[in-house]
């Protein structure tokens, strides 16, 4: 297993968001064509080709209202981040008072490494979960549920504290909030077209019988066809951050806190405990999140406890528990 702080992850994580910086504008730009196909076959051109001109001669004036759209939404999304994840999650921030075994589990980890100790959340459900949230050092947050507080010892608690102060000092939680950015835009935009129906059939009515009704309604289609490939793109974003990632910081934990077995405790008692009920893309920054079903695990943002169990005993000097 590699240790933490690896340098090459770090730079393939960053080079992973530059790309998604880069591929965002290839899709912001599908979904205002397909906007642009539709207000055409709303239009009623006479023909798909004429749709087709209309749609592109209306692009310059689309393109500038998506762009300051996507800019607006990821500027909030980049200085509030931290705020709407705790508000959609229901955490709330603790201090030494609030939590003193919680807090200097983590400020001695930090001590340790000589890093910057990252806020404290909490979440008050019964579930066992835990992550690592911000996009830069002020507001880099780990954040634990009360059933992993309630459930875990302290040696098992620092290691799960340590794996996300992992994720961390990795630049993992810098790429999972700018892939949740960007998926959130393209998503947002593809239900707004699927959810208006009332564009569609007002398009089709106007056309009724003739042949621009024909070309309206072949229009409406391949808009529809874009934005799916719009969405599914924008979901593949998601999918390329490796679950590599967590093997990477159960091995960060183990080489901050020596003991193997720790990590492994904790992962056997957060097994089927583990849920939380919270947006896809907050559900890929926990500890664990698992996937019902062979084609669900295809596209799974996390490897199974199983698997992690049998890399930490096999690389990690563990051994095996039985809870």
Sequence with gaps: MFAYGL??????????????????????LLIAFAFALLFSA??????VGAGFETAFAML???????????????????????????????ARAIDRRADPRLWNLLENLCISRGVTMPKLQIIETGARNAF???????????????????????????AVLA?????????????????????????????????????????????????????????ILIAIAIFV???????????????KREYLADAGAV????????MIGALLKIAGHSEIEAPEEIQAMLLDHQREGRFARMFASHPSIKDRVAALMRFGGGTERVE
């Design 132 to 158: 690592a949230s911000g996009v830069r050092e002020s507001q880099y947050t780990v954040t634990v549920t009360r059933g992993l507080m309630d459930t875990l010892d302290d040696k098992e608690l620092e």
């Design 255 to 262: 080489e901050l806190t020596k003991n193997p077995d720790a």
């Design 60 to 90: 310059p004036r689309i393109v500038p209202w998506a762009i300051v759209g996507a800019l607006i939404w990821f500027f909030i999304a980049w200085l509030a981040n931290r705020r709407i994840i705790s508000a959609v999650t229901g």
């Design 163 to 219: 794996h996300e102060l992992t994720h961390i000092e990795n630049r993992d939680v810098q790429l999972l909030v700018v892939a949740a950015i960007f998926v959130g835009i393209i998503s947002f935009s593809a239900h707004l077209m699927m959810r208006s129906p009332r564009i569609l059939v007002r398009s089709g009515r106007r056309g009724g019988g003739s042949s621009g009704g024909k070309g309206a309604g072949f229009l």
């Design 42 to 47: 709303y239009g009623n051109p006479d023909g």
């Design 7 to 28: 340098s090459t992850h770090i730079w393939n994580n960053r080079l992973k968001s530059i790309l998604l910086l880069a591929g965002f504008p290839f899709l912001l």
């Design 229 to 243: 490939i719009a969405w599914v793109l924008a979901i593949a974003l998601r999918f390329a951050i490796s679950c």
